[in-house]
Structures are given as structure tokens and as C-alpha cells.
């Protein structure tokens, strides 16, 4: 039942789209934008420039900068706004995790800086609908889990730590009921990290063994998530199925993408929006839009009809990162091309 609602809900949009240009420029930025991120509301957008964040004014697609923050000592690589707490994230090649108040100040502070990783922060996701779990990716190979307790939300702490990867973590994704996290790295491997029952701890449940590094990978509902490899010309979609008695995550399917034999930079988190059916990912100088179908001949096989790309050009090099907003509404990137950052709308054709 559970698979069949799943594929009820992929089902739900199958309109023709695609995301339009709202303005032909777009705001310039000199130094490389590893980082964007745009708050729940969609009145607030963040990105890095070199180990600088920009705080930005968003209405209806214009953007208009407001602040700067200077307090990360190296390139800032991720950045993340909570739903429902008025503070964002940054992750720097410093080590560090910085909290930060998103609320405007003359001198912005920050509400507690984490410190753990002994090298880069590489990815960064929420856990939790109460937003009480920060689960990081590194290059130190490490996975750390950091929770605050209530009432005391500004405290938090690294509860948990995974080592089971030996290189460089590039990407990891959360499934929607929280209960599983999966990451790609350098050493060649998917992890499947489960969240164990009546319990705070995490523990690896798979280890899926690749023949090539990855640096995007994304769940698509509770049973299915998609992976490209570096340089690759398909998306490869894993299926959670039994075998010998145990639920595990197999291969199922590979769907043709834009963008293989590239070169092509880690950052820019894959983003998948459940109620607009739209997958964003990047693959060497291409941004991908897929749209699933459910396949008439099996309930494990996923169609791709409504599909198209963002050609950023050869003169990007693979150095494009950006966002998709929450409600899918917004697709805003940057590349080292035309070094601008662009806002694109999502647009239904009928």
C-alpha cells in the first residue's frame, strides 16, 4: 500500500514546464558562488563569494543585496535557511559549521559556531520536522550528527559521529520520514544509514560499491533515490526491493541526462520537489529538469518524458551552483561563465 500511495503522489503533476528567465541580467558577482540557499517564504536568499556571505532581498524574482557577513577564514561551501526558526547555516572549507540569525543587524552575529570536522564541509542537511538535527558531510570522511535539545534550541552538539567512509563526503539526502540518510563520496561508495527505532543513533545499513565517485545523489519519495556518477551520462535510479529476506537498495534502472564525458564541480545539491514532481540536478555543464512517471509496465520502472536542460555553456567548466526554492517555484544559479547570478520561474505550458 505504501508503494502504491508513493506512486499515486508521482503521479499527481504531468503538465508541460519549464523554468523561464525573469530578467536577461542577472545580479554580477567576480568571485565563484559555491553556495546559495533561499529562506521558506522566499523573501531571503544567501551565497557565498569566496568566505563572504551576501544576504539578499528576494521579491518576485528581483534580488536586491542588503548585507555582508565576514567571519568565515576560507570558501564557503554550503548554505542552508531552517523553515522554522529565523536562522540559516554556513559550511566553510575552514572546518567550521557557523549558525547564523537570519534577521538583519548592523553588525550580524552568529549564534554559536560547530567545530568537530578536521577538514572542509562538503554537505549539509536538516533532520527532524522540529529541526533539532544538523547531519554533515566532510572531507575529513566523517558524518556528524548535531542536536539541540529543547527548551534550550541555541545549545547544540555533535551526538553522533560515522566513519565509515575514508574520503571526502560530497553529497547526502534524507529521506522524507527522516528515518534514512544516504551519501555518495570520493572512496567510491553509497552509504545507506538507517535511523534505529526508539533510539537517537544512526547505523549504516548498506554499502553499495561503485565503480566511480559521484558528487549528487537524491531520494525521490521513501523507497527510491537517484545517483549520478562523475562524468556520467545517466541517472541511475535505486530501488528499495527484498532480497534474501532483506530490504535493500538496487539498481534498477539508468535514464539518459545531459552532461557526461564533462568536466564537472561537486556542490550544488540535487533538489526534488514533491508537489511540482520536478528533480534539479547538475551534471557537467548542464542543469537537468526531470519530471518521473510511473511506467505502465512495472511499478519499480520510472518514465522521464518531460525533461529539458539548462545549457551553462563549455566556458562555465562545470563551475555552476545554485538552489532550488522550496516550493519549486524558483531556480536560482550561478556560473563562472557568465558570472551572474540568475533567477529562473517555474512556468506550467498548456
Known amino acids: 500500500m505504501q508503494q502504491q500511495e508513493c506512486c499515486a503522489s508521482i503521479q499527481l503533476n504531468n503538465k508541460p514546464y519549464k523554468y523561464e528567465l525573469i530578467s536577461e541580467h542577472g545580479i554580477h558577482q567576480q568571485q565563484l558562488c559555491y553556495a546559495i ?114 527548551p534550550t534550541t541555541s545549545e547544540w552538539f555533535c551526538s553522533q559521529t560515522i566513519n565509515e567512509h575514508s574520503n571526502t563526503i560530497y553529497d547526502c539526502s534524507l529521506r522524507e520520514d527522516g528515518n534514512q540518510l544516504v551519501t555518495c563520496t570520493q572512496d567510491c561508495k553509497i552509504l545507506i544509514i538507517d535511523k534505529q527505532h526508539n533510539q537517537k543513533q544512526w547505523e549504516v545499513k548498506q554499502v553499495i560499491q561503485l565503480n566511480r565517485r559521484g558528487y549528487r545523489l537524491q531520494f525521490i519519495n521513501n523507497q527510491t533515490f537517484v545517483f549520478v556518477p562523475y562524468s556520467s551520462n545517466d541517472l541511475r535510479i535505486y530501488n528499495l526491493q527484498m532480497l534474501s529476506n532483506q530490504e535493500v537498495y538496487i539498481n534498477t534502472q539508468n535514464i539518459p541526462i545531459y552532461g557526461g564525458e564533462q568536466s564537472c564541480m561537486c556542490y550544488f545539491p540535487s533538489k526534488y520537489n514533491k508537489q511540482k514532481n520536478v528533480l534539479i540536478i547538475k551534471n557537467g555543464y548542464y542543469i537537468n529538469c526531470l519530471r518521473f512517471q510511473q511506467s505502465p509496465y512495472s511499478t519499480q520502472l520510472f518514465d522521464c518524458e518531460q525533461t529539458y536542460q539548462i545549457d551553462c555553456n563549455e566556458k562555465s567548466e562545470g563551475n555552476i551552483f545554485g538552489t532550488l526554492s522550496n516550493d519549486g517555484e524558483f531556480l536560482i544559479f550561478w556560473d563562472s561563465n557568465s558570472k551572474e547570478i540568475k533567477v529562473k520561474k517555474y512556468t506550467e505550458k498548456f
Open 37 to 150: 540557499a533561499i529562506n521558506d517564504s522566499n523573501t531571503l536568499l544567501t551565497c557565498s563569494a569566496y568566505k563572504n556571505i551576501k544576504i539578499l532581498q528576494f521579491k518576485n524574482g528581483q534580488v536586491k543585496q542588503l548585507q555582508e557577513i565576514y567571519k568565515h577564514k576560507d570558501w564557503i561551501t554550503t548554505l542552508n535557511f531552517f523553515k522554522k526558526r529565523p536562522n540559516f547555516v554556513s559550511g566553510s572549507q575552514d572546518a567550521s559549521i557557523i549558525i547564523w540569525y537570519s534577521i538583519l543587524m548592523p553588525n550580524p552575529k552568529y549564534m554559536m559556531k560547530l567545530k568537530g570536522h578536521s577538514r572542509l564541509i562538503s554537505c549539509l542537511v536538516f533532520g527532524h520536522k522540529e529541526e533539532n538535527l544538523l547531519i554533515s558531510g566532510s572531507g575529513d570522511g566523517t558524518i556528524k550528527f548535531w542536536s539541540s535539545l529543547p
